[in-house]
């Protein structure tokens, strides 16, 4: 994973630098990489975005230790990753399994941080696969729904696709994979919803 390099040392860079102690910790691929107005957006939840470019799941476990571990306790992570996996081949069983690898490291290092997955979105260029995206997504929710602790799942794919289950176009940029500001309001409105109404829970 030595692609990943420059990437990665420019998240610990971000994390060193951050000017306050951050209360919600973004990780996980260029989704969250390329969101610009993330840090006025939830000012409030005092962000620092960690994610690195590209990074699969896989990529997320491996580098646990060096961008997420040294943080003082967080008051909550919020993780977008399994989207490349997919893409470059894995199997949804494969995925699950590094999901529970984070699941684990994240547990070891913070015991009970509310932990949020946002499921993986559809993509006009990932078309191919998405009925391995919806298995993921399945099997990452299901077992968030058996847990009895701080394990929430963020369901951006049912608001990204039409009535026939297909990604909307107006979501993407020109890529068909990346996001473009109206995708962006999707994903700001659900994670939101979902962190109010888990913060009157807790």
Partial sequence: MKWYEEDVDTAVKIRERCPYKPETVFYGSSSFTLWANLYQEFEEFKPVNLAFGGSTLAA??????RIIA?????QRLILYAGDNDLGDGADPHDVFKNYLLFKSKLRHHFDDVPFYYVSIKPSLTRLEIIDKIIKTNFLIKENIK??????YYINIFN????HKGLPQKKFFEGDGLH?????????????MNELMLTEQLL
Avoid at 60 to 65: G, R, Y
Avoid at 146 to 151: I, T
Avoid at 159 to 162: A, F, G, L, T
Wanted: proline letters at 9%.
């Fill in 60 to 65: 997320c476990v491996q580098f646990f230790d």
């Fill in 70 to 74: 040294p943080l003082p306790k967080p």
């Fill in 146 to 151: 058996k847990q009895e602790g701080n394990d």
């Fill in 159 to 162: 608001k990204m696709v039409d």
């Fill in 179 to 191: 996001l473009n500001h109206l995708g962006y309001d999707v994903w700001k409105e659900a994670i």
